[in-house]
């Protein structure tokens, strides 16, 4: 298959871009010439002018839960309680419980409490999760469920004057409650997911960085392979406090095969800005790790051979999980690892250089920035400085990755991209406009080629998908073609090569078209 007449964006400096592409078999064999237009049947694909691009990596997905997401009720951009009571009493019923996700309760008049979701749930037992996952808002008929028994360390159990939970839970709380009383099924979760990874390949996604470890993913992933096989590669996180499992099997970072390998450890430092549990300098929000523990799964991650990917929201938990990783640098450093922190959201601006100079990876969100603008107003308000500060970070050396965070935003890496350069999602200009990265910068953050070692996720997909016909007439109206690198290409002699995972309708927008040509 010949790919011409468009732009061929190789991320490759040697050859940074190509007129056209041609695959031959199971390889991209590079620009077009004598040999591929000799080939047999060369099938021609006319680009007219469009853009093609390596398939994108989410850094950032908890994909089981976002694909099971797909199902739940909606309560995104929910303005009142009253609003998200409606959307509940409308969703359809299916299954045993209520699930929803989205909610954000910071500017209603009125919080949600038990009371309210008991008019519009009845016995069914309901749970809906805050936008931002660290908080939960339950009815009575789930509460029941625990008994009682719902204080846990790190965790928060809003109570009413008499003492009485109020359905909130928060953080640690939350999940426990979610774990121990109600997980959905593991065969709800592949169903899910085997859905999910349709949406992921319309949407360009031909890798992740998955985080939901802790809920059985690596399980899951595997009976969907095992099943139909996997249409994208997964970079899979399990909690530290697992580690002492992976020990005891001698098994090191990077185990598994071409599309499901465990590549690190993963845990908390703190809570989130919507919950108002990030862990901040002024001593106020949740510390769910200190920089001393965190110190110590860094370096028994390290005589394991495990990276270590942290949550860190606040300026404070990023100051200790910093100070954690340079503390420990001597242990870990001279074996490669790629340590990350997730989020790095908010950091006191003398922090900013310290992930270049440390070679600690920022797994950020672009999307987070302008949908989280007004809260970071209100609540970081003297602290913006160093506040989803990507473009800093950029220039300071630092290795930025870009995901999604989904189901927190929607899994859409063009969506990531606009985010990051446009610095808004609605009417209003550009937050903050000085932190922008260029639309270089974006597309180089969403591949993220450069975050894993080479034996990790990072390889591309296979060619399989490349001849069906379906993606022949993706082709043709397409606006974006997702391929491989040409550089790893050649130097590879087996599959895996390429797959034009899917090809984009959507435009990124004109003033998005125009700064990518300059
Ligand atoms: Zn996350």
Known sequence: MILENGVVRTMDPSLPVARSLAIAGERIAGGVGAHETALPTPDVVDLGGRCVVPGFTDSHVHFPTWSLS????????????????????????????????????????????????????GETPTVLWSKDYHSLWLNSAALARAGGDLEVEGGV???????????????????????RFAMPSEDEFVDATREGLRIAASRGVTAIH?????????????????????TLRVWQSVPFDRLAELEALGLHAGIGDDYLRIGYLKGFMDGTLGSQTAWLLDGSGVCITSGEE????????????????????????????????????????????????????????????????????????FSHAPSDRDLAERFWGGRLEGTYAFRSLWDSGALVANGSDAPVEELDPLAGIRAGVLRTIDERPAW???????????????????VVPERGDLRRLAVDAVDDGQTHRLVGDAQHVLGERRRRLRQRRTKQLFRVAHCHRRLLGKRFTKSSTR
């Open 157 to 179: 159990v809003e109570r009413n004057e008499s003492g009485e939970p109020t359905g909130i839970l928060r953080e640690e709380s939350a999940w426990q409650f979610r774990a």
């Open 432 to 450: 903050r406009p000085e932190e922008a990265v260029t639309v270089e910068q974006a597309l180089v953050a969403v591949p993220t080629e450069q």
């Open 70 to 121: 797909q199902r739940d009720v909606k309560l995104d951009g929910v303005t009142s309680l009253a609003e998200a009571l409606a959307r509940v009493r409308a969703h359809p019923r299916s299954g045993s419980w209520i699930r929803g996700t989205g909610w954000r309760s910071a500017e209603w008049a009125e919080q949600p409490a038990k009371e309210a979701l008991d008019e519009v749930t």
């Open 294 to 365: 965190l110190a110590g799964v860094i370096r028994a991650g390290a005589r394991a051979g495990w990276p270590v990917a942290v949550h860190a929201i606040g300026d404070r938990a990023n100051r200790e999980a910093l100070d954690a990783f340079e503390a420990t640098r001597q242990e870990w450093a001279p074996l490669g690892l790629r340590h990350r922190v997730e989020h790095a959201q908010c950091l006191a601006p003398e922090d900013l250089a310290r992930f270049g100079a440390l070679g600690v990876a920022c797994s950020v969100q």
């Open 210 to 230: 998955d985080k939901d470890g802790w809920l059985g993913a690596p399980g899951i992933f595997q009976r969907v392979a095992e099943r139909d096989g996997l």
